[in-house]
């Protein structure tokens, strides 16, 4: 599709993972993706990656200098932004009992009050040029929680909270709001969650491929879709389960138990 021909699309955590990959596929069709991370060598791997013109800026999302200072320098380097993709993010699988409360907030810091950041500064260029895009990175753990993600689920239900109430608010501006909520997929996230490996084991049937979920990303930044859940069964039965969540946990509840 030609819509993303030369649209700037500014990406958070695009060091790896799918933000790195779906900077590439954009950069494919035409876009010019801003990429911006904490880890300078591994973001320069990933412009190394990219086709045509891109941006690329060190940028810690906890950091509002920075965050202001970045997205201001993008915004006169590029001349516009249509597209903010709010992505950075982490997780740690832990028991509530044994997770310390540093854990809690910090997480929040990131997934959350990240997107708070960059969307709070990024709105007035898109108002002023009447218009843009910003696409949150989810997660199904939005939508369901299960053992072991007390403190990452509450994030990604913060983000899905923050994102609804977006999407009304900034019709009249022109701004679309979108979420992506994946399960989950088979990149860096997964080691720093759970570094025994005992949930990637288990789920590792059903995994979803980074290519693929940047792939519906895409499609969302093209279609301005208002939220997509992959893979889309999993949304089914998330649905399922908040119609009848005791009965659910009577027949799910093992599985939603695999940390
Ligand atoms: P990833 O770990 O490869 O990518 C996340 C990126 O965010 C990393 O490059 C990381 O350095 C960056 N990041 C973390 N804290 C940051 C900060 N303070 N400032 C700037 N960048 C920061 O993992 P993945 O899977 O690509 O994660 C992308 C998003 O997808 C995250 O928001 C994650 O929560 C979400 N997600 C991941 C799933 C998975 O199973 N991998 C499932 C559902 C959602």
């Known amino acids: 599709m030609q819509v993303l021909q030369g649209k700037i699309i500014f990406i958070t955590g695009a060091a790896s993972g799918i933000g790195a990959e779906t900077a590439r596929q954009l950069s494919v069709r035409g876009a010019i993706p801003i990429i911006t991370g904490r880890n300078e ?23 509002q200098d920075e965050v202001s200072e970045v997205i201001g320098r993008a915004a006169s380097d590029f001349g516009r932004i249509d597209v903010l993709l709010n992505n950075a993010g982490y997780g740690l699988f832990e028991s ?16 959350y009050m990240g997107i708070v950041r960059c969307t709070k500064t990024i709105l007035p260029i898109m108002r002023n040029q009447g218009g843009g895009h910003i696409v949150n990175v989810a997660s199904m753990a939005g939508k369901l929680s299960t053992a072991k993600s007390s403190g990452y689920a509450a994030t990604k239900h913060a983000v899905l909270g923050l994102t609804n109430a977006l999407r009304i608010e900034l019709k009249p501006l022109g701004i679309a709001v ?5 399960g989950p997929i088979d990149t860096p996230f997964l080691l720093a969650a759970d570094p025994e490996g005992t949930y990637a084991n288990n789920v ?32 089914i039965g998330i649905r399922l389960y908040g119609m009848a969540p005791r009965f659910a946990d009577k027949v799910a509840g093992r599985f939603l138990n695999r940390k």
């Open 41 to 63: 060598k591994k973001l320069k791997d990933t412009a190394a990656s990219l086709r045509g013109a891109y941006g690329c800026y060190k940028m810690d999302v906890r950091d």
């Open 96 to 111: 509530f009992e044994e997770a310390p409360l540093s854990h809690f907030s910090e997480m929040m810091d990131t997934n």
């Open 178 to 182: 979108s979420a992506v909520n994946p």
């Open 204 to 235: 590792r049937g059903y995994m979803l491929k980074p290519d693929k979920v940047a792939e519906a990303i895409v499609r969302v930044i093209e279609r301005r879709t208002p939220e997509v859940d992959l893979p889309w069964s999993a949304g």
